[in-house]
């Protein structure tokens, strides 16, 4: 849509920002494969409110790692698309911004659950809604607002039909509130924390000095993690906290072996 509709110079810039960060897929993809035979078996069981606990464990763990990297990466986006793609794609910052808020729907894998609970055509369903509903929005949008409209789309149709599917499937075939889908307490404490987290590289890009981007994001991502792991600890946070003192047991039981 967006190559048939802009120019070749838009769609550069537009699918140059559609960039996703690897660790996303390897995350919760390695995660659904983990906890996907235990979902079955709990339903199979009839357990079907200890397989919502799992997989509001996955999607908690999965959140730990993709809340802080969206909000390191938002604020980061200049310096990231500037070492990645140099100069020339300096615009692709805003569509790569708008498109990792599509993170906090993504820290879990809704179809494995809606698998293990043997709906599988409602996944099809689904997925043709979905299709379908994009691609409305995206030829509206992009004839309105340019190639930022395909974002948008994706967008809108990400949280209020993708979205509102699973919760409202999920959460009838489990016998729950759609509120208890997903962790969504933990979710807003890492954005809130993790937002203050970003305050350091705010006040440092205040100043008005530009260093070479692969050195700009080095420094960025140094003031994120020290300031993240200085909030968690202070502040007590779980459960990053727990999440991060179990790393660093585990890295210095390696360096002790070594």
């Known amino acids: 849509i967006v190559s048939s509709m802009c120019s070749p110079e838009a769609f550069a810039v537009y699918s140059t920002g559609a960039l996703e960060i690897p660790v996303i897929g390897m995350i919760t993809g390695s995660i659904a ?3 996907l035979p235990d979902l079955r078996r709990m339903v199979s069981a009839g357990e079907k409110l200890e397989a919502l606990a799992l997989f509001r464990q996955a999607a908690e763990k999965s959140a730990i790692f993709l809340i802080p990297i969206m909000m390191f990466l ?11 793609f140099s100069s020339k794609y300096s615009e692709s910052v805003l569509s790569f911004r708008l498109y990792l808020l599509l993170l906090p729907a993504r820290i879990v894998n809704f179809g494995g659950f809606m698998m293990a609970l043997g709906l599988n055509r409602l996944i099809l369903y689904r997925t043709m809604v979905a299709l379908g509903s994009n691609l409305v929005l995206s030829i509206l949008l992009v004839r309105w607002i340019g190639f930022i409209g395909a974002i948008v789309a994706t967008l809108l149709t990400m949280y209020l039909v993708s979205c509102a599917w699973n919760f409202n499937v999920i959460s009838q075939a489990v016998g729950c509130s759609w509120r208890q889908v997903l ?31 692969v050195l700009w994001l080095a420094m960025n991502g140094v003031l994120f993690s020290l300031t993240l792991a200085a909030l968690v ?20 039981i390696k360096r002790w072996l070594t």
């Open 74 to 84: 938002l604020i980061s986006a200049e310096p990231f698309i500037l070492t990645l």
């Open 183 to 213: 962790p969504f307490s933990i979710v807003f404490r890492l954005v809130w924390v993790s937002a203050l987290a970003c305050i350091p590289i705010m006040m440092l890009a205040s100043l008005g000095q530009r260093l070479v981007p």
């Open 33 to 35: 494969t983990v906890i």
């Open 233 to 252: 600890w202070f502040l007590r946070l779980e459960p990053l906290r727990s999440e991060g003192i179990r790393l660093w047991n585990r890295l210095a």
